[in-house]
C-alpha cells in the first residue's frame, strides 16, 4: 500500500506467472423444468443468446460476449478476449475448490510483502 500525507493508494501487482481468465460471471441463464409458460421460456433463452440480446446485454454490463460476431467496438479493450491469450475457466471444478484459494493466498502474500 502506498501513503502520501496521510492517504493510502492501491499498488498494483503484475502476477505474470497466472493465465488470464474469463468468467461466467455475470450471469447465468436457467430454465425450469416445470415453467408456468415452457414456450415462453425457450422464446426467450432463444432470444438471449442472440447477437442482438447479447450485444445489448454487453452495452449495459461492460462486459464481452463469447460470440465472434457481435459489436465490442464500445467496450474497454482490456475486456475483450484476445484470441492468442490461453484462459483459464473460472467456473471450472479444480479452480473452484483448490485453485481460488492457491490465488488468494498468492495475493495476501503479495499485499503483506514490505
Given at each position: 500500500?502506498?501513503?502520501?500525507?496521510?492517504?493510502?493508494?492501491?499498488?498494483?501487482?503484475?502476477?505474470?506467472?497466472?493465465?488470464?481468465?474469463?468468467t461466467s460471471a455475470p450471469w447465468l441463464l436457467t430454465l425450469l423444468n416445470q415453467a408456468p409458460h415452457p414456450n415462453a421460456a425457450r422464446v426467450f433463452?432463444?432470444?438471449?443468446?442472440?447477437?442482438?440480446?447479447?450485444?445489448?446485454y454487453s452495452r449495459a454490463?461492460?462486459?464481452?460476449?463469447l460470440r465472434t460476431d457481435a459489436d465490442e467496438s464500445f467496450l474497454?479493450?482490456?475486456?475483450?478476449?484476445?484470441?492468442?491469450v490461453k484462459y483459464f475457466d473460472d467456473a471450472d471444478w479444480q479452480w473452484a475448490v483448490s485453485g481460488r484459494a492457491e490465488a488468494r493466498k498468492r495475493v495476501e502474500n503479495i499485499l503483506k510483502a514490505p
Open positions: 500500500m502506498l501513503q502520501q500525507e496521510g492517504f493510502n493508494f492501491l499498488e498494483v501487482f503484475e502476477l505474470t506467472d497466472m493465465p488470464g481468465t474469463l433463452a432463444n432470444w438471449i443468446v442472440s447477437k442482438e440480446a447479447l450485444e445489448i454490463s461492460g462486459y464481452a460476449t474497454r479493450p482490456e475486456t475483450i478476449p484476445r484470441p492468442e
